[in-house]
């Protein structure tokens, strides 16, 4: 498409605002912003939602709550104001996933699901799997049930969960039944000041967790415990310099096959893609 005169004026004012703002990649959100309010619009309206969104950008609204869809392992996700956005790092669990045998039939939670980015994409890669996407806010969770709606196929067995995983009783139907437990949950400590992207327009329990990050962490290994089969796996995000203390929380609690993985090709202003692994190998309460 060509761009008039007032487009390309208003472009230009754009990148100026967005470089102003601080933004860490100015020419990426300047070009996903163009394609979105000015290529797909129809004339008469582009300019002004164009103009808009970039002023919504400046004040540091992230930029997926504003296109309002996210792309992750080839599903496109609805999410917005009040819900996570899923990032490329979490790509390093179906990575994993693809290299481990899985009995088909085997029951799959993810545990904070959000937006239901990481249920879905292993849906959509192992769809004999049977996965539950957990999670407690009610806008992530209307999120997470629209997206299940939308993107799941008949071929997949999916669904969701409102549930608080620090309250063992939701689960209790569930014990000793999961093959696999994956969790992104909240781990940044509160301590860190983070960009205003996660720290003023993200719900403050979808990111922070306690002194050291790991509350929900812990809760989550105890949970894990209790409904993973014998030779289930828990697979855990977390960040890089949370590895130790959570190779040393898996081991105390005796999981077996203890493991960090990075994924050296996922990483962004937040950091590198880092998760550890686990193994149930006897059932040890
Ligand atoms: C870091 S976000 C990850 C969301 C999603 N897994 C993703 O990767 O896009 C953490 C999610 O955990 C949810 N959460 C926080 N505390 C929770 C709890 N106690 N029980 C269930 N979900 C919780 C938050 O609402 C948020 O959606």
């Not at 609805?78 to 390093?92: D, E, L, N, Q, W």
């Not at 996933?97 to 292993?122: F, K, M, N, P």
């Not at 327009?201 to 002194?211: C, E, I, K, N, W």
Request: hydrophobic content about 40%; glycine content about 6%; aromatic content about 6%.
């Amino acid at each position: 498409m060509s761009l008039g005169k007032y487009e390309e004026e208003a472009i230009i004012l754009a990148r100026a605002q967005l470089e102003a703002a601080d933004i860490w990649d100015p020419e990426g959100d300047l070009n996903s912003l163009v394609d979105r309010f000015i290529v797909r619009s129809d004339k008469q309206r582009a300019l002004n939602e164009f103009t808009l969104a970039v002023s919504e950008r400046c004040s540091r609204i992230p930029l997926g709550h504003i296109l309002g869809t996210v792309e992750f392992d080839e599903l496109q996700l609805v999410i917005g104001s009040g819900v996570f956005i899923p990032r490329p790092h979490s790509i390093v669990i179906h990575k994993w996933l693809d290299g481990t045998e899985l009995a088909t039939g085997t029951r799959v939670l993810d545990l904070c699901a959000g937006s239901g980015a990481i249920g879905l994409a292993i849906a959509r890669r192992r769809p004999d799997l049977n996965v539950t996407c957990v999670e407690f806010e009610e806008v992530a969770f209307s999120y997470l049930k629209r997206n299940i709606n939308r993107l799941s196929t008949k071929q997949m067995h999916i669904d969701a969960l409102q549930a608080d995983v620090r309250d063992k009783n939701a689960f209790a139907h569930l014990s000793h039944k999961v093959g696999l437990i994956v969790a992104n949950p909240p781990y940044v400590p509160q301590h860190i000041q983070l960009q205003p992207e996660w720290s003023e327009h993200h719900p403050t329990t979808a990111v922070y967790s306690g002194t050291d990050g790991l509350d929900l962490t812990r809760q989550i290994t105890a949970l894990a415990i209790m409904l993973l089969t014998p030779d289930g796996w828990l697979v855990i995000e977390h960040g890089e310099d949370q590895a130790n203390a959570i190779r040393d929380l898996f081991e105390k609690y005796q999981l077996t096959e203890v493991r960090t993985v990075i994924d050296r090709d996922a990483s962004d202003i937040t950091g590198r893609s880092v998760m550890t692994v686990g193994r149930l190998l006897n059932n040890v309460r």
